[in-house]
């Protein structure tokens, strides 16, 4: 069973570009969802797919927007980058009729922005 | 709104046995979760509580109060490879399967 994969593992952009970055989740797994982790911080939530729709969003702009695929594979796209989205992105998945709130993590993409 | 609160760092000596407590104020509980964390690595989960009481999963338990909002992680027999960073978390206020975490403890294992 292939675990969380994410793409790529670091990148560097500036301020005012566009990122896309890149999650196959788990095999069986058909929610996905997308977490920003400052440094010495705990990952803040910032939306959910499930069958290809937004199924919950956290406290970001819009400019923080996403797509889940048919074989649940996603992006995270973010544009007009700022300084503060320098983050560590994680995405998790988790399988269709959980009991728990389980989430299964990627290793994350460290984005830094100048 | 929802709001975790755990000890931001903590020491203990190998072999030693420590606690890491978390309260916690959601709309709408459904369980707690812990997550490990190791520097530069992916979290990774360890324990879940939904019922009151103790869940014993090897080294580590996780202990619930849904009455006290409270909950704490037991890690026993600590080694060196227990150094790493744990979060509570509670479902997001969404009500959706994502989470909500605390801002973290990070465990230092001495020799």
């Known amino acids: 069973e292939t675990g969380v994969t994410q793409s790529p593992t670091h990148l560097i952009k500036t301020r005012g570009q566009q990122v896309t970055l890149r999650c196959s989740s788990q095999?069986?797994?058909?929610?996905v969802s997308w977490y920003q982790q400052a440094l010495g911080q705990g990952p803040q939530f910032i939306f959910q797919y499930y069958r290809e729709e937004e199924n919950g969003r956290g406290n970001f702009p819009p400019r923080f927007s996403g797509l889940q695929f048919p074989n649940y594979s996603s992006e995270l796209n973010v544009n007009a980058l700022e300084l503060d989205d320098s983050a560590l992105y994680l995405c998790?998945?988790?399988?269709?009729?959980?009991?728990?709130?389980?989430?299964?993590f990627g290793p994350g993409t460290r984005l830094t922005v100048l | 709104g929802q709001s975790l609160e755990q000890p931001s760092e903590v020491t203990a000596v190998e072999g030693a046995i420590v606690q890491i407590n978390c309260t916690y104020q959601t709309s709408g509980f459904y369980g707690l979760s812990w997550y490990q964390q190791h520097d530069g690595g992916a979290p990774t989960f360890l324990s879940y509580n939904a019922l009151d009481g103790l869940e014993e999963t090897g080294r580590f338990s996780s202990f619930l109060s849904r009455s006290d909002s409270y909950g704490y992680l037991l890690l026993q027999e600590l080694q060196m490879k227990d150094s790493a960073s744990y979060f509570c978390a509670v479902r997001d206020r969404t009500g959706r399967r994502a989470l909500t975490f605390g801002s973290g403890t990070r465990l230092q294992v001495q020799p």
């Open positions: 095999s069986g797994h058909n929610t």
């Open positions: 998790a998945s988790s399988p269709q009729g959980a009991s728990t709130d389980t989430q299964y």
